[in-house]
């Protein structure tokens, strides 16, 4: 659905359990890894989302949001 490879689905998991076991807590372990969990995903998504443009890969979420047409920019024909 994503369009994730599957080799890496478990570093989205963690990532994702990690960003929200920090939302609201006051514990600053979580916070820390919360933080770091934040900025792994964005690397691998911006890696993701420039390669699915260069290559004009609508495939999965990414590919779609990746290569939607921007406000007020010509839709693909």
Do not use: H
């Not at 807590?25 to 890894?33: E, F, G, I």
């Not at 919360?34 to 964005?42: I, L």
């Amino acid at each position: 659905m994503l369009g994730v490879e599957p080799v890496d689905r478990p570093d989205l998991l963690c990532w994702s359990d990690d960003m929200m076991g920090g939302l609201g807590s006051p514990d600053p372990a979580r916070l820390s890894r919360a933080m770091t969990a934040f900025s792994e995903y964005t690397g691998y998504i911006a890696e993701r989302i420039a390669r699915r443009r260069r290559d004009g890969d609508e495939s999965g979420l990414v590919g779609v949001f990746a290569n939607a047409p921007s406000p007020g920019s010509q839709a693909k024909s």
